[in-house]
């Protein structure tokens, strides 16, 4: 065998291997996927009379149930003066891989003199890593209740996260956004649920004001989104608003943005103990879109300036509704 082998140095996608097979043709010494520790320091394996009897891949092992099998070691090893250590040293490197591999036989006919050469001897201790940590993540509740509210099965929350948070540029709107995604926006009827509000009902229309009734289906939300409608043409669903479902990055933004002058005024009206109302509404978005507006001809931002623009000259529309 010759020495760091399994050296990763050409991560490629794991996805397309069958992972249990790739940990079976592993080779276990000299791996630096496959590690002990040694003064607090991860150290690969190397035992050589172990190769000397023919044991060389993980799938040159046996395992039952999950557990390295030692008696079956034990009939391998011709030399076991030091084999508590090294039957230690290997079930500690082998901690994380057990679980997958669970029960395996190994084949007694093949001949495991030769290093095999496998695929999986490309891929990186850091895929592995990746892929262990995958399975244990469970995805957030908030996704399962926002397909609930939205009766919407197939939202792929990877991309969601990705064009809301991941590529907004400005940190406030993507940090916005993130607490809208996971459901920790303050709104009255999460500050009810963490005990720092009496009710959770909406200062404007009575209603349980949770973060798709702030951002979407209250009175004043409905104004402002069909007022956007009307101007942007468009016909925004809750699942545009909150996930960005059917928008291009412009819209994302400029969506992004409208959502936020709504959160934004709900607080500042909180804090200062004024209910909202479709005249204060209007005012407050008109303000706030002049300050876009002109914030992005200082930036020169045209892509953001010519929309918001837009709305703004147009706000007088609100009114008449
Ligand atoms: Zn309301």
């Given at each position: 065998m010759q020495y760091n082998q399994c050296k990763p140095n050409n991560p490629?996608?794991?996805?397309?291997?069958?992972?249990?097979?790739?940990?079976?043709?592993?080779?276990?010494?000299?791996?630096?996927?496959?590690?002990?520790?040694?003064?607090?320091?991860?150290?690969s394996l190397f035992f050589p009379h172990w190769i000397d009897s023919n044991l060389i891949q993980i799938?040159?092992?046996?395992?039952?149930?999950?557990?390295?099998?030692?008696?079956?070691?034990?009939?391998?090893?011709?030399?076991?003066?030091?084999f508590i250590r090294e039957a230690y040293a290997v079930n500690l490197a082998l901690k994380n891989v057990k679980p997958?591999?669970?029960?395996?036989?190994?084949?007694?006919?093949?001949?495991?003199?030769?290093?095999?050469?496998?695929?999986?001897?490309?891929?990186?201790?850091?895929?592995?890593?990746?892929h262990i940590v995958k399975?244990?993540?469970?995805?957030?509740?908030?996704?399962?209740?926002?397909?609930?509210?939205?009766?919407?099965?197939?939202?792929?929350?990877?991309?969601?996260?990705?064009?809301k948070v991941g590529t907004i540029k400005e940190k406030k709107l993507a940090e916005f956004n993130f607490k809208v995604l996971h459901m920790i926006l303050s709104c009255n009827y999460n500050l009810t649920k963490w005990g720092l509000a009496n009710n959770d009902q909406c200062d404007a229309c009575d209603q349980k004001q949770d973060i798709a009734h702030l951002l979407y289906s209250c009175t004043l939300s409905r104004t402002v989104w069909n007022f956007v409608d009307q101007i942007m043409d468009t016909n925004l669903l809750l699942s545009d608003i909150i996930c960005a479902v059917n928008l291009n990055?412009?819209?994302t933004e400029i969506i992004t943005i409208i959502s936020f002058m709504l959160y934004k005024q709900?607080?500042?009206?909180?804090?200062?103990?004024?209910?909202r109302n479709i005249n204060n509404c209007i005012r407050f978005l008109t303000a706030e879109l002049?300050?876009?507006?002109?914030?992005?001809?200082?930036?020169?931002?045209?892509?953001?300036?010519?929309?918001l623009k837009n709305l703004l000259n147009n706000t007088h529309i609100m009114y008449a509704v």
């Open positions: 490629q996608d794991i996805e397309d291997l069958n992972l249990r097979e790739s940990w079976l043709d592993q080779i276990i010494w000299g791996n630096p996927a496959l590690t002990t520790t040694k003064a607090n320091k991860p150290v799938r040159d092992l046996r395992f039952s149930g999950g557990r390295l099998d030692v008696r079956f070691l034990l009939t391998k090893l011709s030399n076991t003066s030091d997958i591999i669970k029960d395996h036989e190994p084949d007694a006919n093949r001949a495991t003199t030769t290093l095999p050469n496998c695929n999986p001897c490309i891929i990186g201790s850091k895929k592995f890593y990746e399975k244990k993540i469970e995805r957030p509740i908030s996704e399962r209740k926002w397909r609930e509210i939205m009766q919407h099965d197939v939202l792929d929350f990877k991309e969601i996260y990705n064009k990055p412009v819209q709900w607080l500042i009206f909180r804090a200062a103990g004024i209910s002049y300050t876009r507006v002109k914030l992005y001809e200082h930036t020169n931002n045209i892509t953001l300036q010519e929309p």
